[in-house]
């Protein structure tokens, strides 16, 4: 009963390629968030979602696309990789009435060669 | 500067100790949040404070407004507590969002038995 899934955990792929991560939470939330951990472990926020509506944009590039079908779900696809984002990718999930209680996915190591 | 700011960076303790980490802030907020991440990637919320003093069994996490600053303590530590623990708080909303976690650096704490 895995609250906050992604998929998949590991990614290797070449520069220039395009890929996608998904992320899927059943606990009701509405507000989704995708982070980046980069290699000294240091994590920043990318995206948010609130109801299916993007509210928070951080300087990120364009070819980071985040798609949310449903407020459930919060996909993130990137487009031309480059070798700069390899890194770990984590989804997380909130909601208002839980008092923004952060909850996370175990993240996608992500390694472009 | 960082907004968030964590000490020690690194901290290595017998099994047994009282340990403390702290965490300063420069920004205004509505919350902190205390993770923690463990060697395995995964990463879970401890705490979420606004004000005062949260305990959780061996865990607890204070935080004084007016001084910009939160510890996380950790009693009787025991190996099994060895784990990256990150300090976060949540920016005030704004006027579409529910506001965003920014970060510390993290600190890396081995238990030994």
């Known amino acids: 009963d895995t609250a906050v899934s992604q998929t998949p955990k590991y990614l290797v792929t070449q520069m220039g390629n395009d890929k996608s991560i998904k992320c899927e939470q059943n606990?009701?939330?509405?507000?989704m968030y995708w982070y980046k951990q980069d290699s000294k472990k240091f994590l920043k926020i990318m995206f948010s979602y609130n109801n299916k509506e993007l509210i928070i944009n951080e300087t990120v590039p364009n070819r980071f696309s985040p798609k949310s079908p449903d407020k459930a779900h919060l996909n993130l696809h990137i487009n031309s990789l480059e070798l700069g984002d390899s890194a770990v990718y984590f989804c997380?999930?909130?909601?208002?009435?839980?008092?923004?209680?952060?909850?996370f996915g175990a993240g996608t190591r992500l390694s472009v060669l | 500067k960082n907004e968030v700011e964590q000490s020690p960076q690194n901290l290595t303790a017998q099994e047994g100790e009282f340990i403390t980490i702290n965490c300063s802030y420069s920004v205004g907020i509505s919350a902190l949040h205390w993770l923690q991440q463990h060697p395995g990637g995964g990463i879970v919320s401890l705490f979420m404070l606004s004000s005062g003093k949260k305990k959780h069994g061996r865990l607890i996490a204070t935080i004084n407004i007016q001084e910009k600053h939160s510890s996380l303590h950790i009693t009787a530590s025991h190996p099994r507590d060895s784990a990256v623990y990150i300090c976060?708080?949540?920016?005030?909303?704004?006027?579409?969002?529910?506001?965003?976690?920014?970060f510390g650096q993290g600190t890396t704490l081995q238990v030994k038995p």
């Open positions: 606990l009701g939330h509405d507000t």
């Open positions: 997380a999930s909130s909601s208002l009435a839980g008092g923004l209680g952060q909850y």
């Open positions: 976060a708080v949540r920016t005030p909303p704004g006027s579409s969002n529910t506001g965003k976690l920014i």
